[in-house]
């Protein structure tokens, strides 16, 4: 286990997925899995299970269903989903700063 700390990051270099797109790219296809079948050992709905590899946010209960199926780790999950959040926001930010006035400024 890796402890928390208030100034954790995460890899900048690694490239960023939304956590569907990783269960979709790196679980299903590798595993030759169908939807149906995750669905089956994970109990998440089958139109639940397509909303998220199609960009939709999961979140703790989902996370812990599928690291049960999938036999990966809840905060893994969330963690993927955290990232692709922040990197989100971040590109958001940054097209958003032309139009904001720098701290300071009047």
Not at 29 to 42: H, I
Not at 43 to 70: C, D, K, N, T
């Amino acid at each position: 286990p890796v402890p928390l700390h208030p100034q954790m990051q995460l890899d900048p270099t690694a490239p960023v997925r939304a956590p569907g797109a990783v269960l979709r790219e790196d679980y299903l296809r590798p595993m030759a899995w169908k939807t149906r079948g995750l669905a089956q050992r994970s109990g998440i709905p089958v139109w639940h299970l397509r909303s998220i590899m199609q960009g939709a946010p999961l979140y703790a209960e989902e996370a812990f269903r599928l690291s049960a199926a999938l036999g990966t780790s809840p905060f893994y999950w969330l963690a993927l989903q955290a990232r692709y959040d922040l990197l989100r926001v971040e590109c958001s930010r940054r097209q958003d700063s032309w139009a904001r006035p720098a701290r300071g400024d009047s």
